[in-house]
């Protein structure tokens, strides 16, 4: 099995101070799930875009100076509207939007996607559940080993106890869960975001669980 460290994080929200302190010396890979610009608005596409532009060309040097050199895999989040991959890739990065097709990085295969479960309309990549199982069956047949996603599966690290509304709620994908227990598959390890309220680490069925929500964590695979 192929020994890789990758420094993960996700759901900063523009909040990029903690990079002065983030250790990414002996990391192979970088990866980002998704949520990493600020927001002005409550999905309003028209001030997003020119808002989270405006921001990016502010701190794109800061950023781009604390990754370096090193890989970097991204999948978006919903209230992403401009595509960090392609922000970086701008400015000299070695960053590769990770997409149902999947990439190969340093003889592992990964592959994942942006898209959430519908919540109300507002943010980018809603969509119900029955969209959603056709975009896992897609990033299933390209028999990733690293699943790399903004959502959690339903039931896993995905409990958002007062958010939504107040109401304590599973804000993970069912189609994801299903996928993961029930089909042919050598996946060993997903990385996620999405909750805010439930961040950490989990085994189950034979695949280690990473939300790294607000924060970051050193994940060997």
């Known amino acids: 099995m192929i020994f890789m460290r990758i420094f993960h994080f996700s759901d900063v929200h523009g909040e990029i101070d903690w990079l002065n302190m983030a250790d990414l010396s002996n990391v192979d890979l970088i990866v980002s799930t998704g949520d990493f610009f600020p927001n002005c608005s409550r999905g309003n596409v028209g001030k997003e875009i020119g ?45 590769t939007l990770v997409t149902p097709s999947g990439v190969n990085v340093g003889g592992i295969r990964f592959a994942g996607f942006r898209e959430i479960p519908y919540i109300a309309g507002e943010w980018n990549g809603e969509k119900i559940e029955e969209e959603l199982s056709r975009i896992v069956a897609e990033t299933f047949g390209s028999d990733p080993e690293i699943l790399v996603t903004h959502c959690p599966p339903a039931g896993i690290l995905d409990q958002c106890g007062g958010g939504y509304g107040g109401r304590g709620i599973s804000v993970g994908s069912r189609s994801l869960l299903d996928a993961l227990s029930y089909r042919n598959h050598r996946i060993r390890a997903h990385l996620f975001g999405h909750n805010h309220n439930q961040s950490g680490r989990i085994e189950h069925m034979g695949i280690m669980f990473y939300n790294n929500a607000c924060g970051w964590d050193i994940v060997e695979i």
């Open 51 to 95: 808002f989270q532009t405006s921001w990016w060309n502010k701190n794109k040097d800061f950023v781009a100076g604390a990754f370096g050199s090193i890989p970097i895999l991204i999948v978006n989040g919903n209230h992403d509207y401009i595509c960090l991959a392609e922000s970086l890739a701008n400015v000299g990065c070695s960053a």
